[in-house]
């Protein structure tokens, strides 16, 4: 590890540990004759477990997506990106059954969605939006939250008791008790014809490879990829489902022969050529043809966090580009294995499918809602 990154990171853990600023005012020189630093894997021990605070949302049902942020009782020392990363921490759900969701990494919060000042509690309507009744927004809280991530309740997660943990490794530093809700999931038969029975059941090399790319791609997690700040908002103009997240599907092809799946996303019907709308802002990191999901579009937004948009007509985006929340992206199409136009909107967290709804309006998002109020005054 070259020293000129390890010795901030020092530094900057101390002060979380001991909550003393040093950092900064005695930057330790670099020269070459100084002995070396500890190693770094020491050096970044992490604070002792009682300075955690687990916040998990309230009645989170099966099949929804959760934020998990993490306070700290040590005030005024809040640890870079850089260090969080290098903290290596975790969050995980455990399930009534013992089992573990996969590991989100602890990232640090995105900025705001506007430069705001900081530094006490402050009057908001100094801004061009500014309300004439703003009150005093405290920003206490926000200064003490060290970092958070995603996970997904699987649709079939076990109900009842469950525990968010942060972990470092294997490690437990602190860890909260929630319960999981049941949710009612409803079935439904679709009917494919010749063509469409073709695209789903023939095997079919292209199709193979396409789906453990996609597999692949949406159990990536980058830690460094954190660009959401808000809630989500519908990518189309309008709440026509024509299926629901979830629904347990029974398909029938076209001379005998069925099988069973669970949608993983929620359709919207609407005509070829409707406008479709990043649902928050991310990274594109898929825009290309599929078989089976015709022009596909997939939007990275946090670590293991991604929407996918399915069966456009068009693409107006391409790989690598950023976007905002509400930018368009394409036009609705049927493209792929549809049975008539319509969007199929999808969310995976780390992998798992999560109903994408949740994360509509930034009141659903407390995590977000708590970092924005600065701005907001809610
Ligand atoms: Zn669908």
Redesign the pocket.
């Given at each position: 590890m070259p020293r000129i990154i390890a010795l901030p990171l020092v530094c900057i853990v101390a002060a979380f540990s001991l909550s003393i600023g040093a950092c900064g005012s005695a930057r330790p020189s670099l020269h070459p004759d100084e002995p070396a630093p500890p190693p770094i894997e020491e050096a970044l021990e992490p604070p002792a477990a009682a300075v955690y605070e687990l916040n998990v949302p309230e009645g989170p049902r099966q099949g929804d997506p959760v934020f998990i942020s993490v306070s700290s009782g040590a005030q005024g020392a809040f640890p870079s990106p850089a260090a969080l990363a290098a903290m290596g921490l975790s969050l995980r759900l455990r399930y009534a059954n013992g089992s573990l969701s996969p590991a989100a990494p602890l990232v640090a919060p995105p900025p705001p969605r506007r430069a705001v000042s900081l530094g006490g509690s402050q009057v908001q309507g100094s801004g061009p939006s500014a309300k004439p009744t703003a009150r005093p927004v405290e920003l206490a809280k926000q200064s003490l939250i060290v970092g958070f991530g995603a996970l997904g309740i699987a649709t079939r997660a076990p109900l009842g008791p469950a525990s968010a943990l942060l972990l470092h490794g294997d490690r437990v530093l602190a860890e909260r008790d929630f319960v999981i809700a049941p949710r009612q999931f409803i079935a439904e038969t679709l009917w494919l014809d010749r063509g469409l029975t073709s695209i789903r059941a023939d095997p079919d090399p292209i199709k193979t490879e396409q789906a453990e790319r996609y597999l692949k791609l949406i159990a990536t997690v980058d830690p460094s990829a954190v660009f959401l700040n808000e809630g989500f908002v519908r990518p189309v103009a309008g709440n026509r489902r024509t299926?629901l997240f979830g629904t347990r599907r029974n398909f029938h092809y076209y001379g005998g022969g069925e099988a069973f799946s669970e949608?993983a996303?929620i359709?919207y019907g609407y005509p070829v050529g409707t406008p479709i709308v990043a649902a928050g802002r991310g990274r594109v990191v898929m825009a290309e043809d599929r078989i089976v999901t015709g022009l596909t579009v997939v939007i990275e937004h946090l670590p293991g966090v991604y929407t996918i948009y399915m069966h456009l007509s068009r693409m107006d985006v391409a790989l690598g580009d950023l976007v905002e929340r509400a930018a368009p992206i394409g036009l609705l199409g049927a493209t792929g294995l549809a049975t008539g136009p319509h969007l199929?909107w999808e969310l995976r967290v780390l992998g798992v499918a999560s109903d994408p709804e949740a994360w509509i309006g930034i009141d659903k998002v407390p995590y977000f809602r708590t970092i924005n109020a600065t701005i907001e005054g809610r």
């Open positions: 299926s949608h996303g359709d199929h």
